[in-house]
Every structure is written in structure tokens, then in C-alpha cells.
């Protein structure tokens, strides 16, 4: 085993027994290198490891410490591992919810966005004004789909960056990932086909879904592990299902990302029913430590894979650039953008190319990155220490969305108003599944800086879980 590993295990064993725990600082890189002999290459790469593992966090201004470990997370008893819906109906509710969340000066818990603050906006509005004054009378025509090919170049680029080979004349520049995944549905499904999602899984699945009138079957996904691979088998067996999608990269709203081999796995039972699947991966730049995971994309030698990647979570989300990677479905798309909202609007795609292909985006990227990773861990901290004990705190690395399991007589429809009455939004679980098995469950968005307002809103958001009724 090279040392870095064996460090690795040792650090791993220690933290297993107790020597340091949640929260925990561990030595410095150079204490480590002190006490063990070590190289502080061979240092650095065994915290690293264990970093990517999510077993360790690294923080801006602790340095190095012990990552929550896995509380006793209650899964609902009552969930089944398939689930079928003829009909899906949850538009309404997804929408009141998000205007509901609308309202000026609410804690944006319930919200699906990072906080706004992180994004370069001025720079981005420097390359805007730059783009503008540089475009050529024939700009609207030059960026109909599949899209601007700088910034189809620009991406194909950062998927090599991945070690992954993606054309750009695969892709297609689309209004945010929503507009990918609603094309790459419409392209595989049609009124009455069964398309397989995660359950619970992110609302705009279930809304293009119903949209669609497809029917879905929503297959049981683990709050670490993701979803169920017998259940999804035993579904492919058994039904003529047109489409997956899923997010095999810190999943809304359960946070947690696939291993490489369960990746493997679920690519390999996709291809062997000839299913295509819709990797929705909005939140693929939002990793922790130092090397950039893979999505299924990367496994995909049959142009069966759809990877749907957006700019809204990680750059800008006003702008509504994203884009799919469409694979042999590409020419299909094009056409149904074509017949549809027509192109992504031309000043964005050239802002947003510009952007991304200057050294200031890896620099933001870093930056964010670090921010995230450190407000999600102080949220953690936060909830930890104000809400009732009966409450679990789902941590899982990566992204800022963290899940939380409410005892089981509890509605997190009835804590969402009673919260939204004080100035609090939360996301309820309710909003992640046609059925109403996430009813006690809640998502929180855990972007935001810690500020005095927001351990305000933390504590009132406990007491309204303690005086809930039995
Ligand atoms: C999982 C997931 N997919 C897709 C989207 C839509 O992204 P965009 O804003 O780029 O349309 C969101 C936004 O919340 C999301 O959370």
C-alpha cells in the first residue's frame, strides 16, 4: 500500500476510535509531517484522500477536522422501494411554495439557489458590456441551437479537464439545466411512458413529468448511499420504462453523491435494458477536496447518457445558461429546442463563454467552493446545537443542501407555514415526492454566512419544532 494510504487508514482508524471526533481539529499538515517523518507531499495527499472520502472536512479557518459522522438518520419506515404514480400532480403545490418564498426579507432556507453574494456579478456584468459592444450584426443567427460555439467549446473543454471526451457539437446551450433535462425528457418519452426517478427527488423532475403526462416510478434512494440498484434492477426488469433520471452528484435534496462503483453499476443495468439516462448534474462544481469527481457521463461509450450541467448554481443564476451534453440525442434536441423557446439569448451565452474562459472562473470556482464548504459545516454546527435532539441532520459533503429527519408524527408542510409567519422559508419534504412518505422531512439551504439574523432564524425555527404538536 503507497504510504499516503496507509497514513490514510491510520488517521481513519484513530478518528474510529475516538481519538479525535466530529468537529475535532486535526495536526496541521506540518505537525503530521513532524510526528510521522513523512514527506509533505505524502502528508497532504493522505488528507486529501480522506477529505475526498468525506471523512475529513477542510476548513478556511480551522484547517483540517473531523466531518459529522452519520447520526442515526431515520429513512421512513413506512417507505416502500418502488413506487408508481399514474398520475403526478405536484405543480401546484411547488408553486405556491416558491412564491411563497418570493416575499422580501425572508430567511431563504427553502431556497434552491447559493447565496446571490457569491457570484462574480460585476465581472460578469464587465464581460457582458464587453460582449455586447464586440457583437456582430448577425449575432442572433450565429447562436441559434445547438448554441454559441465558444461557449460549447469552452465546456467541452472543462469535461476534458474531467479526463472525459465530450464533442462540443454535442452539446446544446440551453435556459438553465431546467430547459436541458424538460428537452431531454420530451425527447425520450411521450404521454403514457414510465420514466424511473429518485424518490425523493429534486420537484422539477416530477414537474416536467407531469407536464409531459408521463408516469413515473420512483425507486427508493438512500440519504448516503443514493438509490436503491435491486429496486431500480427489479424496475427495468419488469417495466417498458423509456427514461432515468437521476443525479448521481450531491442529490437534491439529500446531498449525498454516488460511488464510483455504484456509477459503474447503475450505467451498466441502464445499458442492459437500453435505457438512456438523465444525468441532471447542476451541482457537479460544488465538490469538496481537491480532485473533481465524475459523473456517469463519463462512463458513457453508447452516447446514452444526457449529462444536463447548468451555470446557475455555480456562476451566475439570473443569466439561465445551462447546457446538455446530449450524446447521440444531440441532433434531437436541437430540433426540439428549435420548435420550442427557439435559443438560449445570445448576450448571455457570449458573457457567460467570456467568463468561463478567463482564469478568473477557476479562481471564483476555488473561492465558492471553500465558502460552501465552510458555511454548510457552521449551518451544521448551528442546527446541531439549537434544534430538539429528535431532529437528524443529514451531512453529507459537497454542495449546501442538508436534510433533516423530523420525528415521524411531525408535518414539515405545517412547519413550513407556521416558519413562514415568522420570516423563514424551508424547503418541505413534501415538495420532493408524489406520495407523502418525505412528509417529516425538511431540506435546508446552508449557503448562507452565519449572521446574527440567520442563528435568529435558526432558533426560532427550534422552538417552532418544539412546540409542534404531538
Ligand atoms: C437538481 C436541480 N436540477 C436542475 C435545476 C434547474 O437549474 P437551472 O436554474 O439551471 O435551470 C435545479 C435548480 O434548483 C436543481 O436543483
Not at 438509490?227 to 427489479?234: G, H
Request: glycine share 6%; net charge neutral.
Amino acid at each position: 500500500m503507497p504510504m499516503y494510504q496507509q497514513l490514510a487508514q491510520d488517521l481513519k482508524n484513530r478518528i474510529t476510535q475516538g481519538v479525535w471526533q466530529a468537529g475535532d481539529k486535526l495536526p496541521s499538515l506540518r505537525q503530521t509531517v513532524a510526528d510521522s517523518g513523512l514527506s509533505l507531499m505524502t502528508v497532504l495527499n493522505a488528507y486529501q484522500l480522506l477529505e475526498s472520502q468525506g471523512v475529513i472536512l477542510a476548513l478556511a479557518k480551522s484547517g483540517y477536522i473531523v466531518a459529522p459522522q452519520p447520526e442515526a438518520f431515520r429513512y421512513p419506515e413506512t417507505q416502500r422501494q418502488i413506487y408508481f404514480s399514474d398520475k403526478v400532480d405536484i405543480n401546484e403545490f411547488v408553486f405556491n411554495v416558491l412564491q411563497a418564498s418570493k416575499q422580501a426579507g425572508i430567511v431563504p432556507f427553502g431556497s434552491a439557489f447559493p447565496d446571490p453574494s457569491l457570484f462574480p456579478q460585476q465581472a460578469l456584468a464587465r464581460s457582458l458590456v464587453k460582449v455586447t459592444r464586440q457583437m456582430s450584426p448577425s449575432f442572433a443567427a450565429d447562436n441559434l441551437p445547438p448554441g454559441n460555439a465558444g461557449l460549447r467549446k469552452a465546456i467541452s473543454q472543462r469535461y476534458a479537464k474531467l479526463g472525459m471526451s465530450v464533442a462540443p457539437d454535442e452539446i446544446l446551450i440551453t435556459s438553465g439545466a431546467m430547459e436541458a433535462l424538460n428537452l431531454s425528457l420530451a425527447a425520450l418519452a411521450q404521454a403514457g411512458d414510465w420514466v424511473v426517478i429518485e424518490s425523493p427527488a429534486f420537484y422539477g423532475a416530477m414537474q416536467a413529468i407531469e407536464r409531459l403526462k408521463l408516469r413515473a416510478i420512483a425507486v427508493a434512494t438512500d440519504p448516503r448511499e443514493g438509490i436503491d440498484l435491486n429496486a431500480l434492477a427489479e424496475v427495468l426488469k419488469t417495466y417498458p420504462v423509456k427514461a432515468c433520471w437521476l443525479m448521481s452528484l450531491h442529490q437534491n435534496p439529500l446531498g449525498c453523491s454516488l460511488s464510483d462503483q455504484k456509477k459503474q453499476a447503475v450505467y451498466q443495468l441502464l445499458c442492459e435494458h437500453n435505457v438512456s439516462l438523465i444525468e441532471d448534474d447542476v451541482y457537479q462544481e460544488l465538490y469538496v477536496g481537491s480532485s473533481a469527481p465524475r459523473p456517469i457521463k463519463a462512463l458513457d461509450t453508447q452516447g446514452c447518457v444526457l449529462h444536463c450541467g447548468s451555470f446557475s448554481k455555480s456562476l451566475i443564476a439570473g443569466y439561465r445558461v445551462g447546457w446538455v451534453a446530449a450524446g447521440r440525442h444531440a441532433p434531437q434536441l436541437q430540433r426540439l429546442q428549435l420548435m420550442s423557446t427557439l435559443s438560449t439569448s445570445a448576450p448571455m451565452q457570449l458573457a457567460i463563454a467570456d467568463f468561463i474562459q478567463s482564469p478568473q472562473y477557476e479562481r471564483h470556482l476555488k473561492r465558492l467552493r471553500h465558502t460552501l464548504a465552510d458555511r454548510k459545516f457552521a449551518m451544521y454546527q448551528l442546527l446541531r446545537a439549537h434544534l430538539p435532539e429528535s431532529v437528524s441532520v443529514n451531512f453529507e459533503p459537497g454542495g449546501y443542501f442538508l436534510w433533516l429527519a423530523l420525528p415521524a408524527h411531525m408535518d414539515a408542510t405545517q412547519i413550513y407555514h407556521s416558519a413562514l409567519e415568522r420570516g423563514i422559508s424551508i424547503a418541505p419534504g413534501n415538495l420532493f415526492s408524489n406520495q407523502a412518505e418525505f412528509r417529516h422531512f425538511m431540506r435546508i439551504n446552508a449557503s448562507y454566512d452565519c449572521s446574527p439574523e440567520l442563528v435568529r432564524a435558526v432558533k426560532a425555527l427550534a422552538q417552532i419544532l418544539e412546540h409542534s404538536p404531538n
